[in-house]
């Protein structure tokens, strides 16, 4: 039996052009597209499918609740890409150890969090847990 796998995420949104074009905006996808009304970005083998709903409010209401982590080669550089678009920021870009980190807002609200990790993070996530 095929194991599942996570393949897609649908947001939802009162405004579904807005919050497309800015993903497609500051996190450059690998396809940018519309398919039976839904907006898809996919990342790497990752959708992103945006939704047009007119029952919800125009803000995430527990935007902590679901946080989308990007894992991205110049943190530095999408964060001034989401400085330009007025993104407000929960947590603004810091260095943890070699790695950055910062957790934005999208434009409904939903939180972002943007991910360059370190060679030496990578490599040990690679090896895997440390057996004890």
């Known amino acids: 039996m095929k194991r599942p796998v996570l393949d897609s995420m649908l947001l939802a949104s009162t405004d579904p052009d807005r919050l497309r074009d800015w993903y497609a905006a500051v996190l ?8 039976d009304g839904y907006r898809v970005l996919r990342f790497g083998s990752f959708h992103l499918l945006i939704d ?7 803000e995430a209401a527990d935007a902590t609740r679901i946080i989308l982590n990007f894992d991205v ?3 530095r550089a999408v964060a001034a890409l989401m400085d330009e ?6 947590a603004p870009l810091e260095d943890r150890d070699g790695s950055l980190f910062a957790t934005a807002r999208d434009p409904d609200g939903n939180y972002v969090q943007i991910i360059q990790l370190s060679p030496e993070h ?6 895997g847990p440390e057996q004890g």
């Open 52 to 58: 047009h709903r007119d029952d919800l409010g125009p």
């Open 122 to 127: 990578l490599a040990a996530m690679e090896r």
């Open 73 to 75: 080669d110049d943190a």
């Open 85 to 90: 678009r007025d993104t407000s920021w929960v």
């Open 28 to 35: 450059d996808p690998v396809e940018n597209s519309t398919m």
